[in-house]
């Protein structure tokens, strides 16, 4: 098992900035992916921006430009710079950590809000 603790949402004027982070622990294998997914009221999960243990990103197009990925590996702690806030980005951020052993294991935060206000 892998526990996130995921911190850092909140309330932003559109055009403001939040940083959102999320620590691991537990059984965490050597090649993995940590991430963000975000859903909004009514709508699909959807990938935000994912960073490979090796340090490869992807992004979603919609935040390409305005978001940015990064983790610190001896920390096992990802975090998600969100820049230009607009008010579609408002949604619940889940952090994703994925094991890739014999088969792949995802595990997911607990969800922070964010809201923002036009």
């Known amino acids: 098992q892998v526990q996130l603790v995921e911190s850092g949402g909140g309330l932003v004027q559109a055009g403001g900035s939040l940083r959102l982070s999320c620590a691991a622990s537990g059984s965490i294998f050597s090649i993995n992916t940590m991430g963000w997914y975000r859903q909004a009221p009514g709508k699909q999960r959807e990938l935000v921006a994912t960073?490979?243990?090796?340090?490869?990103?992807n992004y979603a197009d919609s935040v390409k430009g305005r978001f940015t990925i990064s983790r610190d590996n001896a920390k096992n702690t990802v975090y998600l710079q969100m820049s230009s806030l607009k008010p579609e980005d408002t949604a619940v951020y889940y952090c994703?950590?994925?094991?890739?052993?014999?088969?792949?294991?995802?595990?997911w935060g607990q969800g922070t809000q964010v809201t923002v206000s036009s």
């Open positions: 960073v490979s243990n090796g340090g490869s990103t």
């Open positions: 994703l950590w994925r094991n890739f052993g014999r088969a792949t294991y995802d595990y």
